[in-house]
DNA sequence: TCTGGGGTCCTAGGACCC
DNA sequence: TCTGGGGTCCTAGGACCC
């Protein structure tokens, strides 16, 4: 007998972290925006009912807006992300079994709970987390995570379910899959969707029923598994703990367009440093970085340029300084000075634990000088805010860097955006962190 | 003027080896 | 000169997710 997986997700969750902090915004529609304040990225529900669309260029609803009195929000990410973990707590004191599945949706393993009234306990996560931080949230009971997603979704959209839908052995699962349309099932995009559609499978239900073999040849054991799910069978574990990433992106569009190597180069050597910080925090090291680079695919009438470039190191590394190195050495390659460009990034891949690193192995005093640098300045940047101390080629002014002018306060984090930090105040910190 | 960022998994096909 | 099967590893591309 399988047992009972719930679904907790946050409602409109970006627009949400906004109007939690603000009660003027009650009942005002929210928009929050994309990098570079480009497109709409997530919606409050007064904002959905103005039929405004995720992806839509916040240019082209720009009367909307006014019109409606839109209350419209740059991403604000430190915000959400603390948000996130407040109500990620709470969940972990419901259930010891949590698998954090995105910043705002996260899956309890309600084994052992069978007994228990499910929807009376849905209600009461529920309450708690509305209570103590003032986050709307739904949540969705099933025997699969795949039908625990669409518990979900029909939850919210039901006025009468109150934000919690159980369907763990109920005789409504047939029901609630013929309400679901094939391309809202988890698992199935746009494309599997239309090939779905073609071949007469429009509903989840009607999924649910279909050929095993067909379904392996045309969506692989991907979809295979999606079906089994349909039917009650469990195929898809829950991670309770995250396993270290395989590859690691940093990657933005530019404020601004720009021809300019100074420009680019100092945003690469900034989203290298963010890679790295990310492998460190994971305890990897990487054997390959790429450098790539793009000139605006949108303006058509400019020419277009893309490409990108995989650097082999010579041992796996965590260090900046040297994914710096070779960042610098891999632009170069794919640089060229006729292009404007709209978007650079790197990636860190050939991802292998730190300690298994050839590193270890092999240290050289000098890699071990560039060991406790980077660990102090970590730790100096953790305990006094993000960019206390940079390496200098990140640029001063970068004025390659996003445009972000609609954002909140870091209400919750305030004191991290302290103004400038003196050195004696760093000094004092080492000498504290020394003992 | 103005269109995000960061991930995962699977498969097919090529290179290479015995 | 030509013939055969089988295995592994890697990469690119396509699908999906939030």
Redesign the pocket.
């Known amino acids: 007998m399988s047992h009972p997986i719930a679904l907790i997700d946050c409602n409109n969750f970006y627009a949400s972290c906004e109007r939690v902090f603000n009660p003027k915004l009650v009942g005002v529609p929210i928009v929050v925006l ?3 304040d ?2 709409i ?1 997530a919606r409050s529900q007064e904002a959905k009912d103005l039929g405004i669309a995720m ?1 839509e ?3 082209k609803i720009q009367d909307k807006i006014k019109k409606h009195g839109v209350a419209v929000f740059s991403s604000n990410y430190t915000l959400y992300g603390d948000m996130s973990q407040r109500v990620m707590t709470i969940l972990e004191s419901f259930c010891p079994d949590v698998e954090i ?5 996260a899956f309890l393993n309600l084994h052992g709970f069978e007994r228990e009234d499910l929807t009376e306990y849905g209600r009461k996560i529920k309450n708690t987390i509305k209570k103590w931080t003032g986050m709307p949230v739904t949540v969705g009971i099933a025997e699969t995570k795949t039908l625990a ?1 669409i518990a979900n979704r029909l939850g919210k959209k039901s006025q009468k379910a109150g934000g919690v839908l159980n369907l763990y052995n109920s005789r409504f699962r047939n029901t609630a899959l013929k309400r679901t349309d094939v391309e809202d ?9 239309k090939l779905l559609r073609k071949h007469g499978i429009n509903s989840a239900y009607e999924l649910s029923l279909a050929n095993d073999s067909w379904i392996k040849k045309r969506m ?3 979809g295979m598994r999606t079906v089994y799910e349909l039917r009650g069978t469990p195929c898809i574990k829950l991670e309770y703990s995250p396993p270290p ?9 530019f404020g601004k ?1 720009t021809n300019s190597y100074e420009d680019v180069s100092q945003a690469v050597a900034n989203y290298v440093t ?1 890679a790295a910080v ?1 492998l460190r925090k994971q305890r990897s090291a990487a054997r390959i970085l790429s450098v790539f680079l793009r000139t ?1 695919p ?2 058509n009438e400019m020419p277009q340029y893309h490409n990108g470039v995989m650097v082999e190191l010579p041992v796996p590394t965590d260090s900046t300084a040297e994914l710096l190195e070779y960042a610098t050495k891999g632009l170069v390659q794919i640089f060229k000075p006729e292009y404007k460009y709209h ?1 650079a ?1 790197v990636m860190l891949t050939g991802i292998i634990p730190y300690d298994r690193s050839q590193y270890a192995m092999f240290d050289s005093e000098n890699r071990n000088r560039m060991k406790e640098v980077t660990e102090v300045m970590d730790s100096i940047n953790e305990r006094f805010g993000k960019e206390t101390m940079f390496y200098a080629s990140l640029g001063i002014k970068r004025e390659w860097g ?1 445009r972000r002018e609609m954002k909140s306060p870091n209400y919750t984090t305030n004191w991290k955006e302290l103004p400038i930090v003196s050195a004696k105040e760093i000094w004092k910190y080492m000498q504290e962190t020394e003992k």
């Open positions: 994309s990098n570079n480009g497109m990225i992806g260029p916040l240019f599945y995105s910043i705002d949706e997603k099932i988890w698992g199935v995009g746009r494309q599997y969707g692989t054991v991907m990433k395989k590859a690691i992106v940093s990657s933005r569009s367009l963010r990310k605006n949108f303006k978007k990034g996003m």
